[in-house]
């Protein structure tokens, strides 16, 4: 499945979902992300949790979305071994390589 935006233009060509606890914990540690794939962190449900980069030796970026998958927050070029807090709360989290997409706060994303 592709991520596209509201005007139904493709932003990545594949998407990875992470929805359970298991998963969302492992995120991308250890892994690293692919040029046009998307790695969306599901929540099922509004969440404030904080994000960190242990073991995950590339910067990425990460989205944060709420129920209507409209940006709420962004964090760009998250570093190795950082931690984050979102100021918001959200229902999804949406991770690329660093620079792949250009979303803005109020930006909608379609998966």
Same mark, same amino acid.
């Given at each position: 499945?592709?991520l596209?935006? =509201?005007r *139904? @233009?493709?932003? =990545?060509a594949r998407?990875v +979902?992470f929805?359970n606890g298991?998963t969302?914990g %492992? *995120?991308l540690?250890? @892994? #690293?992300?692919?040029? *046009? !794939?998307a790695y !969306?962190f599901d929540?099922h449900r509004? $969440?404030? $949790?904080? &994000?960190?980069?242990?073991? !995950?030796?590339?910067?990425i970026? !990460?989205?944060? %979305?709420?129920a209507r #998958?409209?940006? $709420?927050d962004a #964090?760009?070029? &998250?570093r190795?071994?950082? =931690?984050y807090?979102p100021?918001v709360? +959200? /229902?999804y =989290?949406?991770?690329?390589r660093a620079?792949l997409? /250009?979303l803005?706060?109020?930006?909608t994303?379609? +998966?």
């Amino acid at each position: 499945m592709a991520l596209t935006d =509201a005007r *139904g @233009r493709t932003l =990545a060509a594949r998407t990875v +979902f992470f929805r359970n606890g298991w998963t969302q914990g %492992l *995120g991308l540690m250890f @892994r #690293k992300p692919r040029d *046009g !794939v998307a790695y !969306v962190f599901d929540f099922h449900r509004e $969440v404030n $949790v904080g &994000f960190h980069m242990l073991f !995950v030796f590339w910067p990425i970026d !990460v989205y944060f %979305l709420d129920a209507r #998958k409209r940006v $709420v927050d962004a #964090k760009r070029g &998250f570093r190795p071994f950082a =931690a984050y807090r979102p100021r918001v709360r +959200f /229902s999804y =989290a949406l991770e690329t390589r660093a620079g792949l997409l /250009s979303l803005r706060e109020g930006d909608t994303a379609r +998966f």
